[in-house]
């Protein structure tokens, strides 16, 4: 191998080295970055999260998610400095425990009640037009419907 | 029998959430309390725009103001500007200390604005949006009563006014420090 040959693979591999890390903070996972910064509500927006936000505000958290990521904290750490200094408004997700819990309980329980509502309902239904449907049309008729139908058939 | 199924089911499952919804329609979406009043206030350390040294540590034993602003901030930051400088101008000697953190903004926007209302009082930018996290600001103008033990006391949203200036200026600094 030549003297050139190896300065340039150094070369290569010094940039792909470069290339990895392209900041300071190489350690930083941005999968990491953006799983936390989804969970939090980008503060100047209407339901949208830290994560999709394009705004200022939100490209700024994202940095800060970063930095606290790569000073060793873990994600529910820096979920925890947000909260710290917002409150739970600031989570998309309420916690679940609490008052909270019921954000998190009612609907399905509402789900339950209404289903069991309708097959009460429906079974009345049911059980009502049942015997009431066959003696509603009179034997006599029925008979001639039978008759006429069997002599369309000719 | 299904008529008085319905009589208790449609009430029971339509009360609670009419209820629900009469309370959440009277509260606004938009006052979101401060979970920062009443515990120390995050120390900070920013540069001026003219270039000194700001920090909260320096000013342990008198009363704080600080106000988060930015020059695009129509009409809010515009309003409340005189009323800073005034307030400034009015309590500097008296213990208190005002100082103004500019967010998201542009260098020469942010000091054009310092200039338009002559504010005398350090002025320092926040360029990562650091300082303004620690503090859980979501818009400006916020301004944050800081007493002398370094304590946030009352959280401002919106544009401040001369009373609320004076009415916890007043208050903080008849605490003993």
Same mark, same amino acid.
């Given at each position: 191998?030549?003297?050139?040959?190896?300065?340039?693979? %150094?070369?290569?591999?010094?940039?792909?080295?470069?290339?990895?890390?392209?900041?300071?903070?190489?350690?930083?996972?941005?999968? %990491?970055?953006? &799983?936390?910064?989804?969970?939090?509500?980008?503060?100047?927006?209407?339901?949208?999260?830290?994560?999709?936000?394009?705004?200022?505000?939100?490209?700024?958290?994202?940095? /800060?998610?970063?930095?606290?990521?790569?000073?060793?904290?873990?994600?529910?750490?820096?979920?925890?400095?947000?909260?710290?200094?917002?409150?739970?408004?600031?989570?998309?997700?309420?916690?679940?425990?609490?008052?909270?819990?019921?954000?998190?309980?009612?609907?399905?329980?509402?789900?339950?009640?209404?289903?069991?509502?309708? =097959?009460?309902?429906?079974?009345?239904?049911?059980?009502?037009?049942?015997?009431?449907?066959?003696?509603?049309?009179?034997?006599?008729?029925?008979?001639?419907?039978?008759?006429?139908?069997?002599?369309? &058939?000719? | 029998?299904?008529?008085?199924?319905?009589?208790?089911?449609?009430?029971?499952?339509?009360?609670?959430?009419?209820?629900?919804?009469?309370?959440?329609?009277?509260?606004?979406?938009?006052? /979101?309390?401060?979970?920062?009043?009443?515990?120390? =206030?995050?120390?900070?350390?920013?540069?001026? !725009? %003219?270039?000194?040294?700001?920090?909260?540590?320096?000013?342990?034993?008198?009363?704080?103001?600080?106000?988060?602003?930015?020059?695009?901030?129509?009409?809010?930051?515009?309003?409340?500007?005189? =009323?800073?400088?005034?307030?400034?101008?009015?309590?500097?000697?008296?213990? #208190?200390?005002?100082?103004?953190?500019?967010?998201?903004?542009?260098?020469?926007?942010?000091?054009?604005?310092?200039?338009? !209302?002559?504010?005398? !009082?350090?002025?320092?930018?926040?360029?990562?949006?650091?300082?303004?996290?620690?503090?859980? #600001?979501?818009?400006?103008?916020?301004?944050?009563? /800081?007493?002398?033990?370094?304590?946030?006391?009352?959280?401002?949203?919106? =544009?401040? %006014?001369?009373? /609320?200036?004076?009415?916890?200026?007043?208050?903080?600094?008849?605490?003993?420090?």
């Amino acid at each position: 191998m030549s003297r050139g040959r190896g300065l340039a693979l %150094t070369a290569v591999v010094l940039m792909a080295a470069t290339w990895a890390s392209p900041t300071g903070a190489a350690q930083v996972d941005e999968k %990491t970055v953006y &799983d936390v910064a989804a969970q939090l509500r980008c503060v100047v927006c209407q339901s949208l999260s830290v994560a999709d936000s394009p705004s200022e505000t939100a490209n700024q958290m994202r940095g /800060i998610i970063r930095e606290h990521l790569a000073a060793g904290e873990s994600p529910e750490q820096v979920r925890a400095y947000f909260v710290e200094k917002y409150g739970e408004w600031i989570l998309l997700s309420p916690p679940k425990s609490g008052f909270n819990l019921l954000v998190w309980v009612v609907p399905f329980a509402g789900l339950g009640v209404g289903l069991v509502l309708v =097959a009460v309902v429906l079974r009345r239904w049911s059980r009502r037009t049942g015997p009431e449907a066959q003696s509603a049309v009179d034997p006599a008729v029925r008979e001639r419907i039978r008759r006429e139908m069997s002599e369309m &058939d000719k | 029998m299904k008529t008085s199924l319905l009589r208790w089911a449609i009430p029971a499952a339509v009360v609670p959430v009419l209820v629900l919804l009469a309370y959440g329609f009277r509260t606004n979406p938009r006052e /979101i309390p401060s979970p920062l009043v009443g515990r120390p =206030a995050a120390a900070f350390t920013l540069t001026t !725009f %003219t270039g000194d040294p700001v920090s909260l540590e320096s000013l342990r034993g008198k009363v704080v103001m600080l106000n988060f602003w930015a020059s695009w901030c129509v009409p809010a930051c515009y309003d409340e500007a005189p =009323a800073l400088e005034r307030t400034w101008l009015q309590y500097k000697d008296k213990g #208190v200390m005002v100082v103004g953190v500019d967010i998201q903004d542009r260098e020469e926007a942010a000091k054009k604005f310092l200039a338009q !209302f002559g504010h005398s !009082f350090p002025n320092a930018p926040d360029p990562a949006g650091r300082v303004a996290v620690d503090y859980g #600001v979501y818009g400006v103008p916020e301004t944050f009563f /800081i007493d002398r033990k370094g304590r946030v006391r009352f959280k401002q949203v919106g =544009a401040l %006014t001369d009373e /609320i200036a004076r009415q916890w200026l007043d208050r903080l600094l008849r605490e003993p420090s």
